[in-house]
């Protein structure tokens, strides 16, 4: 159950309005009628409050290796985590494990941020070599790729490729088996289609789709 008040936004996702405030309200007012139901007799409430509270639990033990987490932050199953740099996890952070372990990795001295109220889906493989920030309010459908290197030069396969970082910002949609390349900048509010591969910035509030991704319309 969440009560507390959550002050908590990315303060590296672009653009000067968020919508954070507004859906911790909303998430704050949905927990505080469910606790209402449950106190009022509604046994149905019970089952929901526990399966929250066991995933509460399983995220603190999973994501033991994280140099943050959040609070009430539920994990299903159990992802991969590897830290050699720092990985933070945000408040009310959601990520499923269901169907396939999720990966969230940060190299030697990388950065890996998740911001607040962010749902990360099954089979996602988030891996920084330097830097991925993603901001608040994010929905990562499954099997979605985020990646700063391409790990091979194009020319010589045994080198590896100087690392540029990946931005996304707030209340931004990812479809399901979308690959974020390195050096990519998504701005708040943008929705990128399913299948896409996104290989340059795509403005705030606009939706892309294909491969290469490019924009299709403004929202």
């Excluded at 509270?53 to 999973?62: D, K, M």
């Excluded at 539920?74 to 945000?90: L, S």
């Amino acid at each position: 159950m969440m009560l507390e008040q959550d002050t908590s936004s990315s303060t590296h996702a672009p653009g000067p309005v968020s919508e954070a405030e507004p859906m911790a309200q909303d998430l704050n007012m949905r927990a505080a009628s469910e606790l209402r139901r449950l106190l009022r007799g509604d046994v149905r409430m019970l089952k929901p409050l526990i399966l929250k509270t066991l995933e509460i639990v399983n995220g603190r033990y999973t994501l033991r290796k994280c140099s943050s987490v959040g609070h009430y932050v539920r994990v299903t199953a159990r992802p991969y985590v590897y830290n050699r740099g720092t990985i933070a996890i945000g408040d009310r952070v959601i990520i499923r494990n269901e169907t396939v372990r999720c990966e969230l990795v940060a190299a030697h001295g990388a950065h890996l941020e998740i911001g607040p109220r962010t749902w990360v889906g099954y089979g996602c493989s988030i891996a920084a070599q330097r830097s991925i920030r993603i901001g608040a309010d994010c929905h990562i459908g499954p099997f979605t790729n985020i990646l700063d290197n391409d790990y091979h030069d194009v020319y010589d396969h045994h080198t590896k490729p100087e690392s540029r970082p990946v931005t996304i910002g707030n209340n931004v949609w990812i479809g399901t088996r979308v690959i974020i390349l390195p050096g990519v900048t998504i701005g708040e509010g943008a929705v990128i289609g399913a299948g896409a591969v996104v290989t340059r910035d795509v403005p705030p509030r606009s939706v892309a789709a294909g491969n290469p991704a490019r924009v299709l319309r403004t929202l």
